[in-house]
């Protein structure tokens, strides 16, 4: 098979390092892909935008491509899936119509409520007068969201009012993400511990990942604005198996049935981003079309069934016909990002030490990375590097990511130092 991979984030690095180990695969492609995907095995790059929808198809078309898998949310809500089934090519992630539920924070939100699945109360705004009569109504802390795709910025968790109003300003009135915040989400704020559960799904069945937590604040203890993700690890002590069936039988199974009970049948990944209150409650924080990032990195590392397999078996409608084998040790990913991301950074600086990291048990996966004119590994994206270990437990994960990070070199590097304490207080672990 001929598999093209469309992203050029960790994420992508780790599902073309996964697909090019399957027995199915003869060769993978990655448009537009990073530094990191260009050295990978029977691997190349494609210099082709994850957004270029038109150009991707004349790809795929002239290649041959098998298979297509789309890591990013923007050219499955843009129909990316669509179009190429349309021309009888095999593409995996929802269409258009099944990504509004990570295209639309409204559309979600409504759907939720219609079909009883458990989230926070929430009205939507479009006037700025009446989202801060709202606020002052519900009082802090408060959940403001862009309705549409902020690249995972567009939430605030507001521990006032008067944070709350500027957020929904910055939003309705400065545009601060564009079209995205033309409406926005205002909801109550859900106390408890965040968590990711990822399925695959084929419109009907759907096939369970390992459980995963990720950490989207941008400084140690949870604290500063969120990311797109600082960190993750799998699986995540929290979901124990009697959590995992209620999480299947009151959020993921509603959803998909909910869904198709409305006319949209979801074959995709599907991630639901949970909180799970101290009354041990799962409930809806958000939903996304695709894998996480950087949740994806540590499930690739740990997985032991064949991806291709997997996602051809969803493709084809048999997804009920397979099942997904894990290593039993721990995966622990470290985000290395820029210094001043999410907010503005400079790009460019050099990145050394990291072909000495990587082992059997270490993987350094790429994001924004690129090579200058001298060869030199550089970086080009807020988010730079993913180091991810493999160890027996999370605690021997942790250590052994970290002990590799401080082999890598690059000027303004920031990463979070705590990715994984909250396992080790289910863990026991010191």
Not at 19 to 24: G, K, N, W
Not at 38 to 48: F, G
Not at 343 to 362: L, M, P
Not at 409 to 429: C, P, Q, V, W
Request: aromatic fraction near 6%; hydrophobic fraction near 40%; proline fraction near 5%.
């Amino acid at each position: 098979m001929q598999v093209l991979v469309v992203g050029s984030g960790g994420r992508e690095h780790a599902l073309a390092w996964a697909a090019r180990q399957s027995d199915l695969v003869d060769h993978v492609y990655v448009a537009p892909g990073n530094a990191g995907t260009s050295l990978e095995p029977n691997t190349t790059n494609i210099a082709i935008g994850a957004e270029d929808i038109q150009s991707l198809l004349e790809f795929a078309i002239k290649n041959r491509i098998d298979l297509t898998i789309v890591g990013p949310e923007v050219p499955l809500t843009l129909g990316i899936t669509d179009t190429f089934v349309e021309c009888g090519l095999r593409c995996f992630g929802p269409d258009a119509n099944a990504a509004q539920l990570e295209g639309s924070k409204d559309f979600t939100k409504r759907f939720l409520k219609r079909h009883g699945i458990p989230s926070a109360e929430f009205r939507t705004f479009n006037d700025i007068s009446a989202a801060c009569q709202y606020i002052d109504h519900i009082g802090p802390p408060i959940v403001v969201k862009a309705d549409g795709l902020a690249a995972g910025k567009g939430v605030i968790v507001a521990e006032s009012a008067d944070v709350a109003k500027k957020a929904a300003t910055d939003m309705l009135i400065n545009l601060r993400f564009g079209a995205a915040g033309e409406k926005v989400v205002i909801e109550d704020f859900l106390p408890g511990e965040e968590t990711s559960y990822i399925c695959i799904v084929d419109g009907e069945d759907i096939l369970p990942l390992a459980s995963s937590q990720d950490h989207k604040a941008v400084f140690d203890g949870d604290t500063g604005p969120n990311t797109g993700g600082m960190g993750a690890y799998s699986p995540a002590p929290i979901v124990d198996p009697e959590m995992e069936q209620r999480i299947l039988d009151e959020i993921i199974q509603p959803t998909v049935k909910g869904l198709m009970k409305e006319g949209i049948r979801y074959t995709g990944f599907l991630y639901a981003g949970l909180i799970i209150d101290d009354r041990g409650n799962p409930q809806v924080l958000e939903f996304n079309c695709r894998l996480g990032d950087p949740e994806t990195q540590p499930l690739m590392f740990r997985l032991r069934s064949d991806l291709i397999d997997l996602i051809v078996a969803a493709v084809d409608n048999k997804l009920a016909t397979v099942r997904a084998s894990w290593d039993d040790r721990a995966a622990l990913g470290v985000v290395l990002s820029a210094k001043g991301y999410p907010g503005n950074y400079s790009k460019g600086n050099r990145i050394t030490g990291t072909d000495a990291v990587e082992s059997t048990d270490v993987k350094v996966f790429h994001a924004g990375t690129a090579f200058d004119s001298d060869g030199n590994l550089i970086a080009d994206g807020g988010r730079i590097l993913c180091v991810t270990a493999l160890a027996p437990t999370v605690k021997q994960a942790q250590l052994r990511a970290y002990e590799m990070i401080s082999q890598i070199s690059m000027d303004d590097m920031h990463f979070r130092r705590d990715i994984g304490n909250k396992a080790l207080a289910y863990t026991m672990e010191d």
